[in-house]
């Protein structure tokens, strides 16, 4: 089944309910398995963040296969902790603002960016540079916000193991096509935190819950929030003291951006610069064994 045709399997079974009343229902036995027999990957390195974006992103056909003219375009950074960029815990902000002018290139209508943070959120946004950056790019179609608690949807999950439903943030789910940009960094409960944990910042609830059986729970909600584009963010990786993190000797430069449109596939990549096997990671290895993506190195292409 096609990224595009992913999504809108998803976001149609969501809008249907909500307009005929009623629990949405995910249920993915009723299209074709999702992960395909080679994912794609792309890895590049590089110190010029806007031409690194660029080249990553072109290795896999350019952003045109993921955003279409008049598309309304999510583009969710990690912005969860209120840190520095040297600190590496939140994603990059001159990646998050290359991305989005990729996106307005593209012919987006809107770009949304934002992010459910663990700390105070107005500290978060300005404190990561990621509030300045979107703001630099002076288009009215580009928007970063503070998420409405009033815009959260209760969706059942059929599929789920560990969660049968959860809140999740509706202008996400009804995005035309979502990017998803995390950090590649260390965790304290999920070994590392990459892109399919990134999906934690758009659901509500007691997202601790998650972290009892954090690999089918972070599944889990990945069968909802479908990522077209993961792009990880490793220019600078932290590689201790996580997800937080605070002391720059943490904190190493790796200039290097991966991306693909399995977010296990990326997930997996980005497992290996931290000196891990892919299945060392929980949520890599439960997405994996319940047909979210391609965690076998040897059966990606890599470009």
């Not at 290139?105 to 500290?123: M, W, Y």
């Not at 509030?131 to 059942?156: G, T």
């Not at 910042?201 to 059986?213: D, K, P, Q, S």
Request: with cysteine; aromatic share 4%; net charge neutral.
């Amino acid at each position: 089944m096609s990224t595009l045709n992913r999504r809108q399997f998803i976001r149609n079974t969501i809008l249907s309910t909500l307009v005929l009343g009623g629990l949405p229902v995910v249920d993915l036995r009723s299209s074709p398995a999702f992960a395909a027999a080679v994912s794609v990957v792309a890895v590049r390195k590089g110190t010029d963040i806007p031409q690194l974006v660029h080249e990553t992103i072109s290795a896999l056909g350019g952003i045109g296969r993921f955003v279409k003219t008049g598309d309304k375009v999510v583009v969710k950074p990690n912005i969860g902790w209120d840190r520095t960029v040297e600190q590496g815990a939140n994603t990059h902000p001159e990646v998050v603002k290359a991305v989005i002018e990729q996106c307005l290139e593209a012919g987006a209508a809107k770009v949304q960016v934002f992010d459910n943070p663990c700390n105070d959120p107005r500290r978060c946004y300005v404190q990561s540079g990621i509030q300045a950056a979107v703001e630099s790019l002076d288009s009215d179609r580009v928007r970063i916000e503070h998420m409405d608690r009033r815009a959260y949807q209760q969706v059942a999950i059929k599929e789920g193991q560990e969660l049968r439903s959860w809140e999740f943030y509706r202008p996400a789910i009804e995005a035309d096509s979502f990017i998803n940009l995390p950090v590649a960094k260390d965790h304290s409960i999920s070994t590392l935190t990459l892109g399919m944990k990134n999906i934690m910042g758009v659901i509500g609830g007691n997202r601790g819950r998650l972290h009892r059986r954090i690999g089918d729970a972070v599944t889990d909600i990945n069968l909802v929030v479908h990522s077209d584009l993961t792009l990880v963010d490793a220019t600078r990786i932290l590689l201790r003291n996580g997800p937080q993190g605070g002391n720059l000797s943490d904190v190493e430069w790796r200039n290097t951006l991966i991306a693909s449109s399995d977010i296990v596939a990326a997930d997996s990549v980005a497992a290996t610069l931290f000196g891990y096997k892919p299945e060392d990671i929980p949520t890599v290895a439960a997405a994996a064994k319940r047909g979210l993506g391609v965690m076998d190195l040897k059966r990606m292409q890599m470009v």
